[in-house]
């Protein structure tokens, strides 16, 4: 089986230092989290999401970090494209499938005491 898929890498030295430092920025900001814990709990939060953003801004301008973005983009794009089912066609079939599997419960029961009396009932003789 051959399959044609290319796998793109980070090649430039720049995205990775890019990269690098967007991953650094993240591990300052959890570190920043636990270092203020004296603080109060927004400012915090603050610290932790204001390393995320800074790190996603730094990532923005590597080719990779655009590469994810206009997959973001193309991704939300095709989610419109969906065609969703109705809130009826819904319900009916979450109902066949609650259904469905109140029907395979109860099969699944009715095999199991099947299987148990024959095996120890007929062939064990145990009561």
Known sequence: M???TNVETVTSTADRVKLG???LVVIAGIVGFSVLS???MVAR???FIGSLVLAAVIAWFSEPGRRTIAFGSESYNEVKRVSW???KETIQMTGIVFAF???MGLFMWL???GIEWVLYGLVLGWK
Request: no cysteine; charged share 15%; aromatic share 0%.
């Open 85 to 87: 089912p109705t809130r």
């Open 38 to 40: 004296a603080q109060p």
């Open 111 to 113: 095999l199991d005491k």
């Open 101 to 103: 599997v109140a029907i």
């Open 2 to 4: 051959s399959t044609n």
């Open 45 to 47: 939060v603050g610290v």
């Open 21 to 23: 430092l967007a991953v």
